[in-house]
Protein backbone atom coordinates (compact mmCIF):
# COMPACT_ATOMS: atom_id res chain seq x y z
CA UNK A 1 0.00 0.00 0.00
CA UNK A 2 1.51 3.38 -0.81
CA UNK A 3 0.63 6.80 1.07
CA UNK A 4 -2.24 8.95 0.65
CA UNK A 5 -2.83 10.92 -2.63
CA UNK A 6 -4.90 13.52 -3.73
CA UNK A 7 -7.96 12.99 -5.70
CA UNK A 8 -8.70 16.56 -6.87
CA UNK A 9 -11.92 17.73 -7.39
CA UNK A 10 -13.90 20.10 -9.06
CA UNK A 11 -12.28 24.05 -9.66
CA UNK A 12 -15.38 25.57 -10.87
CA UNK A 13 -17.22 25.93 -7.11
CA UNK A 14 -20.06 26.71 -7.11
CA UNK A 15 -21.18 25.68 -10.96
CA UNK A 16 -23.85 27.77 -12.71
CA UNK A 17 -25.30 26.22 -15.75
CA UNK A 18 -27.95 28.98 -17.02
CA UNK A 19 -30.24 28.86 -14.06
CA UNK A 20 -29.32 25.59 -12.49
CA UNK A 21 -26.72 26.07 -9.27
CA UNK A 22 -24.60 23.02 -7.70
CA UNK A 23 -22.03 22.93 -4.97
CA UNK A 24 -19.40 20.18 -4.52
CA UNK A 25 -16.77 19.86 -2.22
CA UNK A 26 -13.07 21.71 -3.31
CA UNK A 27 -11.43 18.62 -2.67
CA UNK A 28 -11.00 15.52 -1.53
CA UNK A 29 -7.96 13.51 -0.17
CA UNK A 30 -7.69 9.58 -0.60
CA UNK A 31 -5.76 6.73 0.55
CA UNK A 32 -4.55 3.82 -1.35
CA UNK A 33 -7.06 0.93 -1.22
CA UNK A 34 -9.64 3.37 0.91
CA UNK A 35 -12.60 5.53 -0.69
CA UNK A 36 -13.79 8.36 -0.63
CA UNK A 37 -17.81 10.23 -1.06
CA UNK A 38 -18.34 12.94 -3.17
CA UNK A 39 -21.71 15.14 -3.20
CA UNK A 40 -23.47 17.44 -5.84
CA UNK A 41 -25.83 19.27 -4.16
CA UNK A 42 -28.22 20.60 -7.16
CA UNK A 43 -30.91 24.39 -6.76
CA UNK A 44 -32.12 25.99 -9.31
CA UNK A 45 -33.36 24.26 -11.61
CA UNK A 46 -35.99 21.21 -12.34
CA UNK A 47 -33.69 18.96 -14.11
CA UNK A 48 -33.61 15.70 -12.52
CA UNK A 49 -30.50 14.03 -14.36
CA UNK A 50 -26.66 14.26 -13.03
CA UNK A 51 -24.23 13.51 -14.88
CA UNK A 52 -21.04 12.97 -13.22
CA UNK A 53 -17.50 13.24 -14.97
CA UNK A 54 -13.89 12.94 -14.70
CA UNK A 55 -11.14 14.89 -15.99
CA UNK A 56 -7.68 13.12 -15.98
CA UNK A 57 -4.38 15.44 -16.93
CA UNK A 58 -3.90 15.16 -20.37
CA UNK A 59 -7.37 13.52 -21.54
CA UNK A 60 -10.49 14.55 -22.81
CA UNK A 61 -13.04 14.93 -20.02
CA UNK A 62 -15.33 11.47 -19.68
CA UNK A 63 -19.19 11.18 -18.38
CA UNK A 64 -19.01 8.31 -16.65
CA UNK A 65 -22.60 8.16 -14.24
CA UNK A 66 -26.03 8.84 -15.43
CA UNK A 67 -28.22 9.27 -12.63
CA UNK A 68 -32.08 9.95 -12.23
CA UNK A 69 -32.52 11.61 -9.01
CA UNK A 70 -36.52 10.50 -9.90
CA UNK A 71 -36.22 6.83 -10.49
CA UNK A 72 -32.40 6.70 -9.45
CA UNK A 73 -31.89 4.65 -12.03
CA UNK A 74 -28.08 4.52 -12.67
CA UNK A 75 -26.08 3.72 -15.96
CA UNK A 76 -22.38 3.17 -16.00
CA UNK A 77 -20.60 4.55 -19.10
CA UNK A 78 -18.31 1.86 -20.96
CA UNK A 79 -15.66 0.87 -18.78
CA UNK A 80 -17.18 1.95 -15.96
CA UNK A 81 -19.15 -0.14 -13.19
CA UNK A 82 -20.67 -0.55 -9.19
CA UNK A 83 -17.60 -2.24 -8.33
CA UNK A 84 -15.36 0.94 -8.82
CA UNK A 85 -18.63 4.11 -8.96
CA UNK A 86 -21.51 3.90 -6.89
CA UNK A 87 -24.11 6.86 -7.22
CA UNK A 88 -27.24 7.08 -4.76
CA UNK A 89 -29.56 9.94 -4.10
CA UNK A 90 -29.12 11.55 -0.37
CA UNK A 91 -31.92 9.91 2.06
CA UNK A 92 -32.65 13.46 3.49
CA UNK A 93 -32.43 15.44 0.44
CA UNK A 94 -33.75 14.39 -2.36
CA UNK A 95 -31.71 17.31 -4.49
CA UNK A 96 -28.29 15.94 -3.37
CA UNK A 97 -26.40 13.38 -5.27
CA UNK A 98 -23.64 11.09 -3.45
CA UNK A 99 -20.87 9.84 -5.34
CA UNK A 100 -18.68 6.80 -3.77
CA UNK A 101 -15.42 5.72 -4.87
CA UNK A 102 -14.18 2.50 -4.01
CA UNK A 103 -10.74 0.60 -3.72
CA UNK A 104 -9.00 4.05 -4.76
CA UNK A 105 -5.74 3.67 -6.48
CA UNK A 106 -3.59 6.46 -7.92
CA UNK A 107 -4.96 5.73 -11.23
CA UNK A 108 -8.45 7.53 -9.65
CA UNK A 109 -6.00 11.06 -9.30
CA UNK A 110 -8.50 12.84 -11.34
CA UNK A 111 -11.20 16.17 -11.44
CA UNK A 112 -14.11 14.88 -10.79
CA UNK A 113 -17.56 16.93 -11.68
CA UNK A 114 -21.35 16.74 -11.78
CA UNK A 115 -23.48 18.39 -14.41
CA UNK A 116 -27.26 18.24 -14.71
CA UNK A 117 -30.00 18.54 -17.45
CA UNK A 118 -32.92 16.86 -18.84
CA UNK A 119 -32.80 14.48 -22.15
Known amino acids: MGGP ?16 HLEQEVSVVG ?8 T ?10 VHWYRLQDGKPPERFIYFSLTSDIVRYDKG ?3 NKFQALKDEFNARKNILHI ?3 DVSD ?11
Open 80 to 82: FNN
Open 31 to 38: IQGGSVTL
Open 5 to 20: FFLLLLSLLPARLSSA
Open 40 to 49: CQISGTTSTI
Open 109 to 119: TAMYYCAVWDN
Open 102 to 104: KNL
